[in-house]
């Protein structure tokens, strides 16, 4: 089964073709990174224009690179949620368009969902039930892949997201945006215990985060060697501060495969693509003897492909939209 993919939800449009939920047969992604970074950040109006001049030339090469036409697709994924809302309403109304035209099934896809489905590209045998932890700029989740399409959240951020709080230290410090990636540079090059950052625990939650309060320790300690006019060490804050975001973030994902009794651990979301984390996720599943998987990094950013995995499984459990489809900018991951 071919499924035509489009993702829109932020600063990338993407189009693939994917067969049967893990073969790629095309992959295409028009970034927007270059633009925003004049902004330090994702400009939400710049960002739907773009998706709109886009969206036709990305699709249409998209199907090209796969050698089809859409007399050769069988359904139709797009991400409808979560995500900027004027991002996400360009791709969803271009899939309905698309739809309507042809005749297509209209897959509506989340977003997240598809960040975990990016491990099933690069992991042919991955199948469920496992525990995954899913990281990126605007989500922090723990969850429990019961199926394809039926999941638990088990933990999430109580505030920032571990993608926020990079990107944000990350700027303090001068940095070009994505910060996040920036950072992770920085740090192989500084001290991880030059500084002792907190680690908040969320006392009622055991498996619930809170960057908040580290993502300030950091920038009040930037701020304070500025105004003391002493240099800013930037290779040791990055340092340590990726070690305490990657402290919180395997600690609580090991407590929860070992109080679940799961053996086998998956990291999805741009900031899988972190060194430090993988590393640390490697090591502390081997320790306990789980499997553990992890996505290429060409997926761990938003692209399509992700998507038209998901998409796949969406459709075989059902989930099939008529052109009443809305964009929805926020929606949990383990909605019915």
């Not at 925003?36 to 090469?61: F, N």
């Not at 271009?94 to 309507?100: D, E, P, Q, V, Y």
């Not at 809170?210 to 804050?237: C, M, W, Y």
């Amino acid at each position: 089964m071919k499924i035509l993919s489009i993702e829109s939800s932020c600063d990338e449009t993407a189009a693939a073709v994917v067969e049967d939920g893990r073969e790629v047969l095309s992959s295409v992604i028009a970034s927007q990174v270059e633009e925003h970074k004049l902004y330090g950040g994702v400009v939400p109006e710049i960002a739907s224009r773009r998706h709109a001049e886009a969206i036709v030339p990305v699709v249409s090469k998209a199907l090209s690179d796969a050698s089809l036409t859409m007399d050769d697709i069988d359904a139709i994924a797009v991400t409808h949620a979560p995500g900027l809302i004027g991002a996400l309403l360009v791709g969803v109304n271009f899939a309905k368009g698309l739809s309507l035209a042809t005749g297509k099934p209209l897959v509506p896809t989340h977003h997240l969902r598809s960040h975990i489905a990016s491990n099933y590209i690069s992991h042919k045998e991955l199948k469920p039930p496992f525990m995954c932890l899913v990281v990126s700029g605007g989500h922090s989740h723990i969850v429990m892949v019961e199926d394809y399409t039926k999941m638990k959240v088990i933990g999430r951020t109580r505030d920032d997201a571990a993608g926020e709080a990079f990107d944000k230290a990350a700027r303090t410090m001068g940095m070009p945006y994505p910060g996040g990636i920036e950072m992770d540079k920085v740090a192989e090059l500084g001290n991880p215990d030059a500084f002792k950052f907190p680690r908040p625990v969320v006392h009622d939650a055991p498996y619930d985060f809170s960057f908040s309060g580290l993502k300030t320790a950091v920038i009040n300690l930037i701020h304070n060697l500025e105004q003391r006019g002493e240099a800013v060490p930037r290779e040791d804050i990055c340092a340590s501060f990726r070690s305490a975001v990657v402290e919180l973030l395997v600690s609580n994902t090991m407590k929860a495969c070992e109080d679940f009794g799961v053996k086998t651990l998956v990291v999805a979301g741009g900031v899988s693509a972190n060194s430090l984390l993988r590393k640390r996720l490697s090591e502390e599943s081997e320790k306990r003897g789980f499997m553990f998987f992890k996505p290429d990094k060409s997926v761990c950013t938003d692209n399509a492909a992700m998507v038209g995995s998901q998409g796949y499984y969406e459709y075989l459990s059902g989930n099939i939209a008529d052109l009443s489809l809305n964009a929805v900018a926020t929606l949990p991951i383990d909605y019915r």
